[in-house]
């Protein structure tokens, strides 16, 4: 999984951020505002992505595979064809849309499974930094029960607690965070988990186990790649009544010329509807800095044009599940399988580019076209 690229701060400062890329063109220090330049909030592009399975020897096969299908928080993702238009269906799994082949077959083939979409995505931000208008933690519990129950629970795969909101460690951490912040405004205490996230787990992609990392092991580690730091985190905001899930999909960084789709997780958190159309924001958990304001200003209520969602977590056992394994293969002796995942894109353009401003009031907009 990548990770978000992260900030560097300088006598000049150049930022550079999933799409959220540009440097400071003005600092007041008057009114404290800062502006922005050549930040990207739309951008439009088409997408392949799925696996590719070499079948050769002698034998029966069976391959399964539940392709997701794209979404975007602001714009469109629109499935312009299916790679291999045979043994599917359209099924909701976990609540999520998808295309599910089941194939039998023996001997020699070849199989590309997957989709390709036609994008067109616009960047989202929460303006308000300072919770206004956010839910209580008593506010959720009592007038979204549903949602604080789906979403407060831990997750388990195979009777390994992955999502461990009843950890110890975990439960005890978090108290103390929310205790210290003297506040119970859902949108606050979310971002304090965020900043205690930030500045004791590191980032550090895996190097021989591929494997997702349960929240308790990336929390005695202190470090984990981005689904690992999204567990704790939606581990550390259920621990104490804010409802979170994880959100998988890809990141499209890099410019028409040069394009670095990779697979991507991060997290989002009901904070009520005042704050967004449906009351979840996103948070990215992943991404890097030495300064603590800017990763709160770029990565917590905010969501590139360059982040394509393929799976939204719906707090079960089977959700989380669903969205770490890929396609499932069950095969004899006498044969011999390679499955390659890959992810393409075609036809990227920046359709629009703003400045990004912070007010005074720590208000964030995108302003004036470029």
Request: hydrophobic share 35%.
């Amino acid at each position: 999984m990548s990770k978000r690229k992260g900030i560097t701060i300088g006598l000049t400062l150049i930022l550079c951020v999933l799409g959220l890329s540009g440097c400071l063109e003005n600092f007041n220090f008057d009114d404290f505002s800062i502006t922005y330049y050549e930040v990207t909030t739309k951008i439009s592009y088409t997408i392949s992505y799925g696996y590719e399975i070499n079948c050769s020897g002698i034998g029966e096969y069976i391959i399964k595979y539940n392709c997701d299908k794209p979404e975007v928080v602001l714009g469109l993702a629109t499935i312009t064809d299916i790679l291999y238009d045979y043994n599917y269906d359209n099924i909701t799994s976990a609540n999520n849309s998808r295309i599910c082949w089941n194939i039998s077959g023996t001997g020699d083939n070849i199989y590309r499974l997957g989709i390709t979409a036609s994008v067109e995505a616009e960047s989202f931000l929460v303006s308000n930094l300072n919770g206004a208008g956010a839910l209580t933690l008593q506010e959720i519990k009592t007038d979204f029960p549903d949602i604080f129950s789906q979403y407060c629970r831990e997750q388990s795969i195979e009777n390994m607690v992955y999502i461990g909101p009843d950890d110890p460690n975990i439960k005890s951490t978090a108290q103390a965070i929310l205790n210290q912040a003297n506040s119970t405004n859902s949108f606050n205490i979310a971002k304090e988990l965020f900043i205690w996230l930030k500045q004791n787990i590191a980032y550090q992609a895996h190097t021989v186990d591929s494997r997702v990392q349960p929240a308790n092991m990336t929390y005695q580690l202190g470090m984990g790649d981005c689904d690992d730091l999204s567990f704790l985190y939606i581990s550390l905001c259920r621990s104490i009544g804010i409802p979170a899930r994880f959100i998988s999909g890809f990141v499209v960084e890099g410019n028409s010329d040069i394009l670095d789709p990779e697979a991507h997780g991060w997290a989002e958190v009901f904070v009520g509807k005042n704050i967004s159309s449906d009351g979840w924001i996103p948070v990215e958990c992943a991404s890097s800095s030495s300064d603590m304001d800017f990763q709160i200003v770029f990565d917590f209520g905010v969501e590139g044009a360059d982040n394509l969602r393929l799976f939204k977590d719906d707090g079960s056992n089977e959700s989380l599940n669903a969205s770490i394994y890929g396609a499932w293969l069950q095969y004899g002796e006498g044969m011999h399988i390679n499955m390659t995942s890959f992810i393409e894109v075609d036809n990227y353009s920046v359709l629009e580019s703003r400045e990004f401003v912070i007010d005074e009031s720590s208000n964030r907009v995108f302003g004036e076209y470029i």
